[in-house]
């Protein structure tokens, strides 16, 4: 083996070194190696070269051979590695292209599998004597038999694709010879293979449509398949690159042996992987000649194409479509659905006697004595479920393709009058009805296709289950009738194929004649034929909903109508509010700034929903659309609508007017925004109760009675929530009797503060010490309340106590002098001041004067001053105040005082 192929084998390009000398090593052991394989295969030592260049090399390179053409083949040769006499093939050459060169591969083929198959036999003859003791056992197959026989059929393969390639090219050159005849010869070259002279009819220029369509599916499918072919080759490129790696390592496992009892299982190996190279070559080579087969179909498919679509063009310049071939065209599809229509009859009666023998197949069933008549019971049931599936489903099959014919039917009408050139305003309208049809039809083909496909399917399987032969005569029987009904279905689902076949060929037909024809109208048939489609558009039945069929122009005028609704609102809100309110603000007078204030609640507190519904309403009543049920529940609709937008209107102007009066009144009082909120509250109250009184005594309900209920409920409920009651009704009378207002100061029991809020059950006051105090109104009207807030003078009364030590002279002074410094300070005013009383321990004075104000820290200032004057006064007197003292006297028994004895 040279360094080349050394390296080839091993994926290590680093290792040279070390390659050359394994192989210069082991150069003895491959040459014996290959020495032996070439005796399997019939080849003498003197045949193979010994040495490096040994039989790894004999083959050199066996080219892939050309696949019968010019663009087929590969131009690269396939360097095998080996000489396949070393797997008993000499002279094995896959680059065979010609019939007898193939017979000759598989005639070699052929004797090899002989040749093996009787070494087998003779091995298996010599080793039966030395068996007989041991147990029977089923013989190995020799596994290089199997890969024989896949080499033979990839052989035979390509055989039969060289033989296929042969006949497509004479088919190929017949068809380019065809156009060039027909592009030299013209017009008359193409009614010559066409077979017919001009002018033609419609039903032949149909024919000849189909036929191109036809071959257009076929050159469609030959572009699938190359590409298909395309996929195997290169997988099969990848099965031989990998056949020739696991070649390589075999040969080199078998080099680097050195045990002799490996060695003939690592030489059967090689000489399996030497035949499974053999094979992979042979399924690429017949790759490539499938591959160069699909070029040639699509080739023969586009040619043909090519000639079917020159003829078509040339016939549609010259095709005539007389009344007579209508009529013939309309007769024999009539006669074609009176056929139909007696198979449909037939199918029914044959549904009616397959029900009644499936009831009695069910009845056999269930009386079945033992499991052998149970399993034929069943099989003659399913047998007569088929049976009746087959009539059912085969009615529903000719019956759609009895519908069909209408269709068919219109369709041909509408072609002969665009060949007529008939009623061209209309053909717009008709073009997007075939356009939908054909939609249909497409996707109904492809579904009816389908269940052919699945009818097949359960005759190949119940067919596969005959084929066995293990069945019994009567479930045999049995499953022969199932097959019989399927095979009716299948034909009845075939007529039916065939009818939407024939209906989609004929729409398609018409879509371009139309459209054609279309495409080339007159600016006057164009104007026509938009006013017929609107004109239809407009007339045209949309759904129907509770027996009332709704049109466009039904839609269109509630629309419309709709529109002109919320216009008209919006208009006059934009009038009312440009040009209406800036009147109004010109008068200065009460009943002026009302009405702009009306005028405003109506334009703020109109909610939009309220406007839509007036606008559908009006909508669906103009237009016709609400009938019977649904205009009577649209009214109670507006009507609810109605109340409830009152409601809104009402409670806003009541809103309006209670805020201009706390305006006034907040100016005069700004204590009084509470009496309103509340006022508001019980305002918008009464209006709702109003309104949902309204909406029962609207729809008849017994207000009386309810009221009368809410009585006596009212009572209970008062009951459950009268502290909540309570609380509220005080509210009302701190509203009304008003014993203090927000912002008063007041005293009520231990608390003492300012009132922040009055509220429905509670009034929160402002502490002294700074917290809120919130207190019910139940208890807080329940407790004595001072309120300070219209206090305008504070009356002072205070008492001066000065000892008993003090002279008459100095006590006449004591009053005076108070009075003095009462007058001399500001806002005070001098009442009296009087001995008042000898008390305990000294004179009691009391004197009485008043703060002109309520605030207390004035009153604290003027106190402070007083005291402290009196006091300097009294000091400058020497007059002293009295603290609390007693004196004790102490007599004795003779009436004497004890001189010892003092005061305390």
């Known amino acids: 083996m040279t360094t080349r192929t050394s390296i080839q084998t091993l994926p290590s390009l680093l290792l040279p ?59 690269v040769g396939f360097e095998l590695g080996f000489d396949p006499a070393a797997v008993g093939l000499r002279g094995f050459d896959a680059s065979a292209i010609g019939s007898e060169d193939f017979a000759a591969l598989l005639a070699l083929i052929d004797r090899r599998i002989a040749d093996i198959e009787a070494d087998q036999q003779a091995a298996e003859t010599t080793s039966e004597p030395a068996a007989e003791a041991a147990p029977v056992t089923a013989p190995a197959v020799d596994p290089r038999l199997g890969l024989l026989r896949e080499l033979r059929a990839a052989v035979q393969r390509e055989s039969m694709l060289m033989v296929r390639i042969q006949e497509i090219d004479a088919r190929v050159r017949e ?25 033609y009819s419609l039903p ?139 198979q449909i009859e037939a199918r029914v009666a044959a549904g009616d006697a397959a029900e009644l023998a499936l009831f009695s197949a069910r009845r ?37 393709a009895a519908t069909l014919a209408n269709a068919v039917r219109t369709l041909l009408e509408r072609r002969f009058a665009v060949f007529q050139g008939e009623t061209p305003e209309h ?115 949309l759904f129907v909903f509770q027996d009332h069929g709704i049109h466009t122009r039904d839609l269109v005028a509630g629309a419309l109508v709709f529109v002109l609704v919320l216009m008209a609102v919006s208009s006059l809100r934009l009038l009312l509010r440009r040009r209406l309110l800036p009147r109004l603000a010109q008068y200065s007078d009460p009943g002026g700034r009302s009405s702009r204030a009306l005028v405003l609640a109506l334009i703020r507190n109109t909610h939009p929903l309220f406007v839509l519904i007036v606008a559908f309403y009006a909508a669906m009543t103009v237009s016709g659309l609400a009938q019977g049920q649904i205009r009577l529940w649209l009214g109670t609709l507006l009507v609810i609508a109605l109340y409830i937008q009152v409601g809104l209107w009402a409670t806003a102007a009541l809103v309006d007017f209670v805020q201009r009066q706390r305006s006034k009144k907040e100016q005069l009082d700004p204590s009084a925004v509470t009496g309103y909120g509340l006022l508001q509250f019980f305002l918008r109250v009464g209006v709702w109760l109003v309104v949902v009184v309204s909406i029962l005594a609207y729809f008849q309900y ?52 300012v009132i922040d809020n009055i509220g429905v059950k509670t009034t929160r006051i402002r502490s002294l010490s700074g ?7 139940t208890n807080l009207l329940g407790s004595t309340i001072r309120n300070f807030k219209h206090m305008h003078e504070r009356r002072v009364v205070f008492k001066v106590r000065v000892a008993y030590q003090t002279s008459a002279d100095q006590l006449e002074m004591i009053p005076k002098m108070v009075e003095e410094i009462i007058c001399a300070q500001p806002t005070t005013r001098f009442d009296r001041a009087h001995l008042f009383a000898f008390g305990d321990y000294s004179f009691e004075f009391e004197v009485v004067y008043y703060v002109l104000g309520a605030d207390y820290t004035v009153y604290m200032d003027r106190q402070q001053a007083i005291n402290l004057a009196l006091y300097r006064q009294l000091q400058a007197q020497g007059i002293e105040l009295a603290y609390p003292a007693q004196k004790l006297f102490l007599t004795r028994t003779d009436g004497a005082a004890d001189p010892r004895l003092s005061s305390v």
């Open 17 to 75: 070194l070390l390659l050359l000398g394994l192989s210069m090593a082991s150069a003895e052991v491959r040459a014996e190696a290959v020495t032996e394989a070439g005796s399997d295969a019939g080849a003498t030592a003197a045949s193979a070269p010994a040495g490096p260049a040994s039989a790894e090399d004999a083959g050199g390179r066996v080219d892939a051979g050309p696949d019968g053409g010019p663009d087929a083949g590969s131009d």
């Open 771 to 777: 917290e809120r105090v919130v207190m019910s109104n």
């Open 427 to 541: 053909w717009s309208a008709w073009l997007r009805d075939t356009s939908a049809l054909i939609e249909r039809l497409t996707e109904e083909v492809a579904f009816a296709q389908a269940e052919l496909d699945g009818l097949r399917a359960k005759q190949l399987t119940l067919e596969r289950r005959v084929a066995r032969g293990d069945e019994v005569a009567g479930i045999e029987r049995a499953v022969q009738d199932r097959i019989a009904a399927l095979k009716t279905q299948e034909q009845d689902a075939r007529e039916l194929l065939a009818a939407m076949t024939q209906a989609l060929s004929i729409a398609r037909r018409l879509h371009e004649q139309l459209d054609r024809s279309v495409s080339q109208r007159t600016l006057q048939q164009r104007i026509d034929g938009l006013k017929a489609d609107l004109d239809l558009l407009w007339q045209r039945e």
């Open 364 to 400: 056999q069933r269930e009386q079945a004595a033992d499991s052998e008549a149970e399993s034929l019971a069943e099989a003659r049931l399913l047998a007569r479920e088929a049976e009746l599936a087959a009539a059912r489903r085969g009615a529903d099959y000719l019956h759609q």
């Open 175 to 199: 068809v380019e010879t065809a156009l060039e005849a027909l592009r030299a010869g013209g017009e008359s070259a193409i009614a010559a293979d066409l077979g017919a002279e001009p002018p």
């Open 204 to 342: 032949f220029f149909d024919h000849l449509r189909a036929k191109r369509d036809i071959a257009e599916l076929a050159r469609n499918d030959a572009v699938r398949l190359r590409t298909q072919a395309e996929r195997r080759l290169e997988a099969a490129e990848q099965d031989l690159e990998n056949a020739v790696r696991a070649r390589r390592q075999a040969r080199d496992q078998l080099a680097a042996a050195s045990d002799a009892a490996e060695r003939p299982s690592l030489e059967r190996a090689l000489e399996l992987a030497r035949l499974t190279v053999l094979v992979a070559l042979q399924r690429r080579e017949a790759a490539e000649g499938g591959l160069a087969l699909a070029r040639r179909e699509q080739a023969l498919a586009a040619g043909q194409l090519a000639r079917l679509e020159a003829g078509a063009e040339y016939v549609a310049t010259d095709v005539f479509f007389s009344p007579a071939v209508r009529d013939e065209l309309l007769a024999e599809l009539q006669a074609r659905e009176d056929e139909l229509r007696a």
């Open 702 to 753: 017994p207000v009386a009675g309810l009221i009368g209920a809410l009585g006596v409920g009212g009572i209970a409920v008062a009951f459950a929530v009268q502290n909540i009651l309570s609380d509220v009704f005080h509210s009302m009378a701190i509203i009304l009797d008003k014993p203090f207002k927000v912002g008063d100061f007041v005293v009520a029991g231990d608390t003492v503060g």
